[in-house]
């Protein structure tokens, strides 16, 4: 079985969380499609849901599958989130932003009762931060902010460059906030409940990857099929 296969079965394993009347949070990314695919046939044999989606992509595809959709202004209370993370831990802490909508996605997030993660195995991992942490930054000042942000890292055990996101054309790559997105190639955060509350308080930075206390259950694709960690 391939990676998209296990992101498929888990976004199916996902449906079991939503029903009728629902009001849910899409999310962004590979895995997060598939369960949007998941849930626009669904939608298709009747299910009444609407959905609020955490980028343009995520929105596009939506209307593609007709799912009803509104927003956050109309509609500020969500039942469930489905999205994808970058990588998890044990303790169901997430990094997220590697498609660039971790500020939308964490909005969204903790509007809702329950984030319900879907993944493959590839992402649990003892210590977070393999994966970069992607940080997003307004662009006005932003070289200021980004050394700001290299000295927290640093108080907070991290040694690593710290990089502006590009676009395909080599361009700053802007978020659907018009914003930077910063990656630091960290290898290892130490301490990531300080690091992500230290990141915050830096003006300039909007929000961090880091999504600590948000999950409330991780959904896992393997050969096997999925199975599911739950927070403790």
Known sequence: ???????????????????????LGLGTGSTAEQFVRALGEKVA????????????????????????LTTLDETPE?????DGADEFD?????????GGALLREKIVATASKKMVVITDESKNVETLGAFPLPIEVIPFGSRVTALAI??????????????????????????????FIYDGHYGKLPDADALATALNIIPGV???????????????????????????
């Open 45 to 68: 044999q009747g299910m009444k849901v609407v959905g609020v989606p955490t980028s343009e992509r995520t929105a596009a595809l939506a209307r593609e599958l007709n799912i009803p």
């Open 150 to 179: 290299q000295k927290v890292a640093k108080a907070h055990g991290c040694e690593g460059e710290l990089k502006r996101r590009e676009d395909e054309f080599g361009e700053p790559f802007l978020t659907d906030s018009e914003n």
């Open 206 to 232: 909007v929000d961090n990857g880091l999504f600590i206390d948000i999950a409330s259950v991780v959904i896992v694709g393997t050969p096997e099929g999925p199975y599911l960690v739950e927070k403790s």
């Open 90 to 98: 044990a303790d169901l802490r997430l990094v997220k932003g590697g």
């Open 78 to 82: 969500l039942d469930v989130t489905i």
């Open 1 to 23: 079985m391939n990676a998209e296969e296990m992101k498929r079965q888990a976004g199916i394993k996902a449906l079991d969380y939503i029903e009728d009347g629902m009001r």
